[in-house]
């Protein structure tokens, strides 16, 4: 299907997402399945949907940012996070920035949030999480989950910090309050500053070398001394000191000063 070129410029120009940035045979591929979806078949007729009907926009917007999440991923990633980083990073201060970089709708910042507060330190740390796709904040905001969402996180917390309606989790305010959402494009915007710990799951797979070279530099100058970035399960840095970064446990990297 020919197009995809003249696509991602019209497409940057209509909502600020550069997909150049993006693995292009993943992306292609992404999109193409839309544009059958919707009956069409090319990427300009695809594009004239987009700028005239705000749905569709909402509905390509939402499946290339790729929200998939559930609260606790990769458990034994989070009992790290647990019993070692968060520890070593309140012992230093008495309060942490923590920083969802894309929360898609809200399981990873809220996951952080239940911990911090299984550990008793929920007030001694500011949660913020942001992500490009605004109806994924939206439902972020609300708080409302079904069971294959929930399936990782402890029983206790389950009990302590939600409300079971049949097969949907209603997320209690005391934990819902302690996180900020706002929209950032991580390729585009400003980071937040002087972050403790930064994560940063699932999401650098889909871009491209040059892209990801960018970001890492991003998150190292968004970081404090000594702060942490915690990647996904298949985000492994090759060469984390090229970026000032020393690798401590598997998936979590520390800043370290550059020579």
Known sequence: MDGYKD??????????????????????????SLIKRNGLSDYNSYFNLLKNSDN??????????????????????WIVLENEILPTLISKKKKLKIWSSACASGEEPYSVALLLAKMGILTNADVIATDIDTRALEDARAGVYPI??????????????????DDIFILKEEIKKRVSFSVLNLLNDKFPRDCDLIICRNVMI??????????????????????????????????PQKYGFVGIKSFFYKKVKLH
């Open 7 to 32: 696509f991602t410029g019209q497409i940057k120009d209509l909502c600020k997402i550069d997909l150049s940035e993006y693995k292009e045979k993943q992306m292609k591929r992404r999109i193409e």
């Open 56 to 77: 569709h926009l909402k509905e390509f917007l939402d499946y290339i940012t790729i929200n998939v999440s559930e609260f606790f991923r990769n458990p034994t990633q």
């Open 148 to 165: 294959k969402s929930v399936v990782n996180i402890p029983a206790q917390l389950l009990d302590r910090y939600f409300i079971r309606k």
């Open 206 to 239: 889909y871009f491209t070398e040059e892209a990801k070279d960018k970001l890492y530099k991003k998150f190292y100058d968004a970081m404090l001394d000594e702060g942490i970035l915690f990647v996904g399960s298949t985000e492994q840095i090759i060469t």
